[in-house]
């Protein structure tokens, strides 16, 4: 049987991995499930470690379920880590999202002045997961889920010098999703070419039952208000249809960011000063999940947690750990090393592509290019990961002021130097290198 470590284990999510591995355990047998936090974790441990005990229970799985805040004991032999941890926790999130509105710039927790902080705090505890994982269970895949995925799977191939890695998103299952809802097929019929990088990915062709569909979609895309395609922590604004027809691609939710920057701005912060930006509103949500998780007569996943932007998280992690351990050779999109499927990325950078899930792990599949139009972004936005990543092990301030300031929902060098500055005091606690 298989030994599973996951890192953040006290995260509102876990009970979907629970029943992701529940679903799957006849060719995925699961033996031990080793959950693990931090001591400021221990209490959303118990509780979400009890609910999962009561869900392979009442699945009748001999699967066990172990909490646990000694890591390194947690390590030892095991066959895959999975990470989803957050360093600093919600109030990290808050300070990441905040701090940048009050200079008229996107915090934004992946993408922009939020996304650096998060892979400031994040990179660390990620090569020191990787030292101990070369220690305790060299043979073992991460699969990484902590965000900012791109920037971490970038770092762990660049200085943790470990090719087992793979770093996961659900932003691509959602687009396939919500594709398949939009032109009212089943998302089984539903194949998407993707290709970018994390939160950063674009789907290049759209097919249903292998007919080429991109421009019927990018028709019905644009036909209304609201796209119809987006995750549940981001606004659905509609498209331009000139735009999209022009681009002949289809952006990810995470996109508007970048292609309407002055809108998404606007909405952050009506939303702030309303109900809250998202990580206060994923506070009371989370409040409420735990809530429901305390309730011993709970003994499966409840419908709430549909509610976070995660959905199709656990679909996500276990469709990719399955296939890696059966070998079984299907496509999936993930962050893996580039290795020439991207050409205008470097070949030892991290994109998201999908890829043939082997034994041996995710072999991409070659694109060729991104077409000119987006090229550049997705180059600026690789560089900015790198030199975030650098930054974030240097503990060097000028290359992290560089790292804020080609962000592209930066503005200028000295709006860079204002926020990077608050926000270095603001997680001091969490960034010991600076
Ligand atoms: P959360 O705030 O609930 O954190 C999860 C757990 O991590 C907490 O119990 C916390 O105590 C623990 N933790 C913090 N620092 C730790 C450390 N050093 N070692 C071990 N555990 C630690 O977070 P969440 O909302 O459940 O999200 C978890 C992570 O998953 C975040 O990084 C989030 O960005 C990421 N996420 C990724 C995707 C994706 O598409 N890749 C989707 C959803 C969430
Ligand atoms: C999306 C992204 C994740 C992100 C999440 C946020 O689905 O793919 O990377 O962490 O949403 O959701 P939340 O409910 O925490 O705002
Ligand atoms: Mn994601
Ligand atoms: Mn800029």
Same mark, same amino acid.
Request: aromatic share 6%; charged share 25%.
């Given at each position: 049987?298989?030994?599973?470590? %996951? ?5 509102s ?13 006849? #060719?995925?047998?699961?033996r ?8 400021e &974790?221990e209490?959303?441990l @118990?509780?979400?470690?009890?609910l ?5 229970k ?5 699967m066990?379920?172990?909490? %646990? ?6 390590l030892e032999?095991a066959?895959?880590? %999975? ?20 200079? &008229?710039?996107?915090?934004q ?7 650096l ?6 990179i660390?505890?990620i090569l020191d ?27 762990v191939?660049?200085?943790?010098n470990?090719?087992k890695?793979?770093?996961l998103?659900n ?6 999703? &919500?594709?398949?809802?939009l =032109?009212g ?12 990088l ?5 789907g290049? @062709? ?6 080429n569909m991109?421009?019927?979609?990018i028709?019905?895309? /644009? ?6 395609i /987006?995750?549940?922590n ?6 331009e249809?000139g735009f999209?027809?022009g ?13 309407? %920057?002055?809108?998404? =701005?606007?909405e ?11 990580? #206060?509103?994923? +506070?009371?949500?989370?409040?409420? =999940?735990?809530?429901?998780y305390?309730?011993?007569n709970?003994?499966?996943?409840p ?9 199709y998280y ?18 999936q999109?993930?962050?893996t090393?580039n290795?020439?499927?991207?050409a205008?990325?470097p070949?030892?950078?991290a994109?998201?592509?999908n890829?043939?899930?082997? +034994?041996?792990?995710?072999k991409?599949?070659?694109?060729g290019?991104l077409p ?9 936005i +690789?560089?900015? #990961?790198?030199v ?6 240097? &503990? ?11 962000n592209?929902l930066?503005?200028?060098?000295t709006?860079?130097k ?13 960034l010991?290198?600076?």
């Amino acid at each position: 049987g298989l030994k599973i470590v %996951t890192i953040g284990g006290g995260s509102s999510y876990t009970p979907e991995l629970v029943e992701g591995f529940i679903k799957r355990y006849d #060719e995925l047998p699961v033996r031990e499930l080793w959950l693990v936090d931090i001591p400021e &974790g221990e209490e959303k441990l @118990n509780i979400v470690g009890e609910l999962a005990k009561r869900m392979v229970k009442k699945a009748g799985v001999p699967m066990d379920i172990r909490l %646990t805040l000694d890591r390194r004991k947690a390590l030892e032999g095991a066959d895959f880590v %999975t990470t989803q941890f957050r360093v600093g926790r919600l109030e990290a999130r808050m300070k990441d999202e905040k701090i940048p509105l009050k200079y &008229g710039v996107i915090g934004q927790e992946t993408n922009g002045p939020g996304g650096l902080f998060k892979g400031l705090r994040t990179i660390p505890v990620i090569l020191d997961i990787i030292k101990d994982m070369k220690e305790l269970c060299p043979d073992a895949w991460l699969i990484n889920f902590t965000n900012p995925a791109g920037m971490v799977t970038e770092a762990v191939l660049r200085y943790g010098n470990y090719k087992k890695v793979v770093g996961l998103c659900n932003v691509p299952i959602g687009m396939r999703m &919500g594709v398949a809802k939009l =032109l009212g097929v089943d998302a089984r019929r539903v194949h998407i070419d993707f290709a970018g990088l994390n939160h950063m990915v674009f789907g290049v @062709n759209i097919y249903v039952d292998g007919n080429n569909m991109t421009e019927e979609l990018i028709d019905r895309l /644009t036909s209304g208000e609201a796209s119809g395609i /987006t995750m549940r922590n981001i606004v659905d604004l509609g498209w331009e249809p000139g735009f999209l027809k022009g681009l002949k691609i289809l952006p990810c939710p995470y996109h508007r960011y970048y292609f309407q %920057t002055s809108k998404m =701005l606007a909405e952050e912060m009506e939303a702030a000063k309303t109900v809250g930006t998202r990580a #206060e509103v994923v +506070k009371k949500l989370e409040d409420e =999940l735990f809530e429901l998780y305390k309730d011993p007569n709970l003994d499966i996943k409840p419908p709430q947690l549909e509610k976070r932007g995660g959905a199709y998280y656990s679909d996500a992690a276990c469709s990719l750990i399955t296939s890696i351990y059966n070998d079984k050779r299907d496509i999936q999109p993930v962050n893996t090393q580039n290795n020439g499927a991207i050409a205008s990325i470097p070949n030892e950078s991290a994109v998201e592509v999908n890829c043939v899930i082997t +034994k041996e792990g995710p072999k991409p599949i070659a694109v060729g290019d991104l077409p000119v139009a987006v090229r550049g972004l997705v180059q600026q936005i +690789k560089s900015f #990961e790198r030199v975030a990543a650098e930054a974030a092990v240097t &503990g060097d301030y000028n290359t992290a002021l560089v790292a804020m300031t080609i962000n592209p929902l930066v503005p200028s060098d000295t709006i860079a130097k204002q926020i990077l500055d608050e926000m270095l005091e603001a997680h001091k606690e969490y960034l010991p290198q600076f």
